[in-house]
Structures are given as structure tokens and as C-alpha cells.
């Protein structure tokens, strides 16, 4: 069963909305390749245009009183195998409350068996160190004539139906951010209107990777 958005975070938001003196911190660490690290156009980085500031600056209007850090352990180029290798040095050793997986635009190059091992090691070592998880569904790219160079080996929406399982199997958060931005395309949006190159978003699109984070922090859900 998939975790609930109302209950899920519960204890995390409760705490959260406490005032001085009780009031409480919370460490986030967002885990990925190129996009939490802001990686835009010509391979700049711009981290305060990225999801993990504009997810920071949403917690802390959302929670004046308490102390939010994020902490962003992202590669460029670096997919979910690679990160599952040094998930206990690199996120764990920060003793997180909450952690953010983001691999599914480099996993297109692993096999589908890669990938759902990957995830599952990372998932396994969070949930032993009593984390929570929200995983992150692939943003979108500029279509698949870019990839057309037979290295792809796992398409967009494969890749999203494997961690969307994997979440309902542990009972951990979804962000689905693939379904978020099909919506918009549904609805007549382009793909350019919400990329900074090829396989980046610009700062439209990473308000949209934050404010499917931003839905797992409810107000009162009752």
C-alpha cells in the first residue's frame, strides 16, 4: 500500500509547526544526479533555482518557527547504482529525518533489473535507520530523439512504474513527478516551456518537482 500524504509525515509536520521553546529541527537530504544539484543550461550549476532551495524556502514559509536544513548529496551524471554505493557514507552519516531519491533520468541507461535493485538497497538502508522516503519519479526530457543512440536501455515510463512499486511496496512517499508533468503536457503544455536544455528543468520546472515534495508536508488532513 502506498503511504498516505495526510498521515505519512504526520509527526515530522506536527513537529515542525511547534513554536519556540519546543520547536524542532528537521535534517532533509535530497540523494540524485544532475537535477537536485541544479545542472541547467551548458551544464551550469544553478543550486538556488533547483528543487532542494525552492523545497527549503517553501518548508521554512510553511513552518516559521522551526529549523530546516537541506542537504543535497546529488552527482551530475551519476545514476541509481552508482548513488546506492555510497548512500551510507554520503546520506547516512548526516542522520537525515527525511530523504529525497532522484535517479530516474540517468537510470534510461540500466537495465530494469539494475534499477530495482539500486533503489531497493538504498530504501532498505534508510528505512533500517528509521528515515523517511520520498521517492522521485523521472522529470521530463526533450522527447527521446536525443537518447536515440542505442545506449537507452529503460524508457521513461518503465522507470517510473518500478519506483511507484517499489513506494507502494515499502509504504513509503511518492512524489510522481513524471504523472505532474504528463498532466501538463496533457493539458496542451510543451516540453520547452519547462526545460533549460535537453534533459534539465529550468526554474518552472523544478517549482514543480518542489511542490510534489511540498505535498507530503499537509496542513491539517482529516
Known sequence: MLADKCSYLYNETRDLEKEWPDNKSLDIVCHGHSIPCGYMAGNITMPFAAYPHILHQKLAERFPHSVINIIVTAKGGENSLEGSLRFKEDVLCHRPGIITLDYGRNDMFL??????????????????????????????????IYYETGTKKTDDEAIAEIIRELAEYYEVGLADVKMAFDLKFDAGHYRSEYLASVNHPNNTGHEIIAGCLMEWFPFICM
Open 111 to 144: 537495465e530494469k533489473t539494475q534499477i530495482e535493485y539500486s533503489w531497493r538497497q538504498m530504501i532498505e538502508y534508510a528505512l533500517k535507520a528509521k528515515c523517511k522516503i520520498l521517492l522521485i519519479t523521472p522529470a521530463p526530457d526533450c522527447g527521446s
